[in-house]
């Protein structure tokens, strides 16, 4: 990633942060992997230089309740962001050749296709599921004279695990996956073994199934044995947990 591209993105940070809103957000999505350097600055970790990705999402966990008014377009102008409308529903981004800024909300209720509003930031949001997992445990980078919330990167990298099965685009879902071992490989180095194991048990149980095929197709065995010690405790008698509980067995 060029040196103009951190900067780009550390320019919209401070301007968020000096219009007051940057509080309201979470920064989710692959440019976490970049702020998590401070995280494991006394241990392994994965290389955050090999990052390419122009995108550049927010969420906001609980919209209803924004305190802050800005108008984001504006506030990005003149850095080189123009306005862009996305799919028949109209789904705004803002894009700049190095960044593509967009705003994510968690999906509640029945799905449905159309953009969230957000006029006290003069955007729309993009409604996804999984997205509470990501907000349920933040922590606090500084940076400068402020800090952003980024997802806790045990949750932030079970969270990739989930979603890779969803990629239309097996490219996007293999960068998922790597991303996501990368990062839970450090967190074991690190020694967070247990509090990986205490997330996943506190997921649902498709969540965790998910998760598990995944390693399984990975054939990532640390992590597997990891999780093992939790499956048959948590996990119901689906057919797929239990297809799945069988095969470590067998592979064990």
Partial sequence: MEKKQYKLCHDVLGRFHKAGILEELILIGSWCVYFYKDYFAKGPYLDYHALKTRDMDFLIAEPQKIKAQANVPELLKDLGFLVDYQGSEG????????????????????????????????????????????????????IENYVIRVPHPINFALHKLIISQRRSLEAKAIKDRDMALALLQALLKKGEAPKIQEVFKSLLPGWKSRILKTL?????????????????????????????????KHKG
């Fill in 91 to 142: 789904y705004m981004r803002l894009n700049h050749p190095d960044l593509i800024v967009e705003f994510l909300v968690p999906e509640k209720g029945r799905r449905h296709h159309k953009p969230q509003a957000l006029p006290k930031l003069g955007v729309n949001a993009v409604a996804l599921r999984f997205l509470d997992f990501l907000s349920s445990d933040t922590i606090k980078v500084p």
């Fill in 216 to 248: 399984r197709d990975a054939d990532e065995k640390d992590i597997l044995e990891l999780l093992s010690e939790k499956i048959e405790a948590s996990l119901p008698a689906g057919r797929q947990a239990q297809r799945i509980i069988k095969e470590l």
